[in-house]
């Protein structure tokens, strides 16, 4: 399974960022995607994530409030809409799959990840 991201970028304070993840190969493996993050010298740390189907988690919820995770099954992208960014959303986002049960498992499969800068 490869998963390549997109939709990163640098935007304002307020403004907003979808970020997409395709996955390829054998997507039959995945169960559920979704999306960490991470910033230099700090733990990565789980932002949402959506199962095959649709049900969605959220770590925080002030994300909840400003984030929106999604998927197109039938073209195997999942996407992250970030609303209202503040500039300590500024990371390496990266996308995630998981092959079974995500409760406590960081992923089995990793995107490169794509930057999101926000700027006061």
């Known amino acids: 399974v490869q998963l390549v991201e997109s939709g990163g970028g640098l935007v304002q304070a307020g403004g907003s960022l979808r970020l997409s993840c395709a996955a390829s190969g054998d997507r039959r493996a995945i169960n559920a995607m979704g999306w960490h993050r991470q910033v230099p010298g700090e733990e990565r740390e789980l932002v949402a994530i959506?199962?095959?189907?649709?049900?969605?988690?959220y770590r925080d919820d002030s994300q909840k409030d400003r984030f929106i995770i999604s998927r197109d099954n039938s073209q195997n992208v999942i996407y992250l809409q970030m609303n209202n960014l503040r500039p300590e959303d500024t990371a390496m986002y990266l996308c995630?799959?998981?092959?079974?049960?995500?409760?406590?498992?960081?992923?089995?499969?990793w995107g490169q990840g794509t930057q999101v800068t926000v700027t006061t």
């Open positions: 995630t799959a998981w092959k079974g049960p995500t409760t406590g498992r960081p992923g089995d499969y």
């Open positions: 959506i199962s095959r189907g649709g049900a969605t988690y």
